[in-house]
């Protein structure tokens, strides 16, 4: 429960939504669905949301410039847990493991420095991918998880500022 708390508290916050992933590659985009889902919805003021697929060095100054505190990034993670799992933390939590957890490791580690140069806070909040080859539609399990967290996030937003229902 600390890990939805946290989450929670971030959406409180001035804070920015950024879905990564490539919609040709399944499970890949679920970082995508979630914010597409998300920014078809009224949103408080506080809360950016952003798609910027698999490209994120290319929004990067972007997102430096925008008012926000912290920069929640939704990605697709391969990690050794099941699939469907959510991974949260600050990203340079997992600097370590990042190259084995971020399907997009280089450009998401270069542009979390670039962020926190800009005084951001930098989290990743990521799903467990199955299936990362060529193909659209994400894995059942993935979609389950994403859609828990989609609409937790919905929860979320609509009780602090009593819209995104």
Known sequence: MEVLDKIESLLKDNTCLVGMGNY?????????????????????GNLSILN??????????????????????????????????????????????????????LSL???????EEHNKQIYLLGIVADNLDYGTGISDEVKKSADLLKDFIIKSIASNKGVCQ
């Open 24 to 44: 040709l590659r399944s499970d890949d985009a679920v970082g995508l669905y979630i914010v597409d889902e998300l920014r078809d919805r009224e949103v408080p």
């Open 52 to 105: 910027v697929e698999d490209v994120i060095e290319s929004y990067v100054y972007k997102i430096a410039g925008l008012d926000c505190d912290n920069v929640v990034i939704l990605d697709a993670v391969k990690a050794d847990s099941t699939i469907g799992s959510i991974v949260f933390g600050r990203l340079n939590d997992f600097e370590e493991l990042l190259s084995d957890y971020s399907t997009h490791k």
């Open 109 to 115: 580690k270069i542009s979390g420095k670039i962020l």
